[in-house]
């Protein structure tokens, strides 16, 4: 691969980076739930298309699986299911959070900081030609487990758990070249099978409390 060629690929990873660390804030910003998979979907297509890249760059042939596997689960499947069921809950509206957007959205810049310098020392040590994407990773990390916190709607918290695994796999892509395909289809199996049984729990509570919002837990929980 000529140099001009592998200089172009490491900045479109870098570019689709940047792209997933923007999605995972307006995850934080956005207000409806359907939003929220939408850029839950984005999220998937720009990994999918940053490991399809970093197979090219790499000569990984177990990346272009990856990548294949990310797209039709995180870009079709998981958004047509968490679609579905947010339609027939009738839970599209606005959403609540228990931090109010900017301060959330600060909160954000910090956690982005701490991530960059966490993941400087494990930039160092990797040996992968997109290893300064690390950091990136680490973030969206963080900031989708922020917005889970900051959520009160049950939907909206398993939205950003999955897009946490959006950033553990663009951070493993970038360290180490991916996990073994074995791993990769065991969580993506995973994930698939937790959102359908999500899915049927949220029926049950709706019919239970007619709400999904977690407060509705804590005071079961207290009984």
Do not use: W
Request: hydrophobic share 55%.
């Amino acid at each position: 691969m000529s140099p001009h060629a592998s200089n172009l690929g490491i900045e479109m990873v870098n570019l689709l980076g940047a792209f997933l660390l923007l999605l995972a804030f307006a995850m934080l910003a956005a207000r409806r739930t359907l939003s929220l998979i939408r850029f839950f979907a984005m999220q998937g297509f720009f990994l999918s298309a940053s490991i399809f890249i970093v197979a090219f760059l790499s000569g990984e042939t177990n990346l272009y699986y990856s990548a294949l596997f990310t797209f039709a689960l995180k870009v079709i499947l998981l958004p047509y299911i968490l679609k579905e069921l947010t339609l027939r809950l009738d839970i599209q509206r606005d959403i609540e959070t228990l931090v109010n957007v900017p301060v959330t959205m600060i909160l954000g810049i910090g956690i982005v900081v701490f991530s960059f310098s966490l993941a400087a020392p494990i930039s160092e040590a990797a040996s992968t030609v997109t290893r300064s994407l690390i950091g990136v990773g680490l973030a969206c990390v963080l900031l989708s487990f922020l917005a889970m916190i900051t959520r009160k709607k049950a939907m909206t918290q398993i939205i950003g758990f999955l897009a946490m695994e959006n950033g553990l796999l663009f951070s493993a892509t970038n360290a180490t070249y991916g996990m073994p395909m074995v791993v990769e289809l065991g969580i993506a199996l995973d994930v698939l099978i937790g959102s359908i049984i999500f899915g049927i729990f949220f029926f049950q509570i709706r019919e239970t409390f007619e709400s999904l919002d977690l407060k509705f837990f804590e005071k079961l929980k207290e009984e």
